[in-house]
């Protein structure tokens, strides 16, 4: 599985590159803190909702600590989506949040 750390996530977004980030927390944890611009679809729901998602793009997933988006990942690439896991997830991520 192809995994950006936090660092990496938050240099691509300082440098301007547009990231197709999905937050698969749950919904109170991504009310405390989130990366800015962020699609949230709780991991529960992934499955439900990927029709919502476009397999020409790229997508990095982002949990906690790395555990859940991890699985999203397994179930996005399974279903044929390009996926990268953000190792150490918002635990781990430095920059700007909302």
Known sequence: ??????????????????????DVREVDEVKERKIPGVTHIPLGLLEFRMHELDKAKEYVMVC???????????????HGFKVINMAGGMDSYEGKTE
Request: aromatic share 2%; with cysteine; charged share 25%.
């Open 1 to 22: 599985m192809k995994q950006f750390s936090a660092k990496e996530v938050e240099t691509k977004l300082n440098q301007g590159n547009a990231l197709n980030i999905i």
């Open 64 to 78: 906690r600590s790395g555990g859940r988006s991890g699985r999203a990942c397994q179930l996005l690439d399974s």
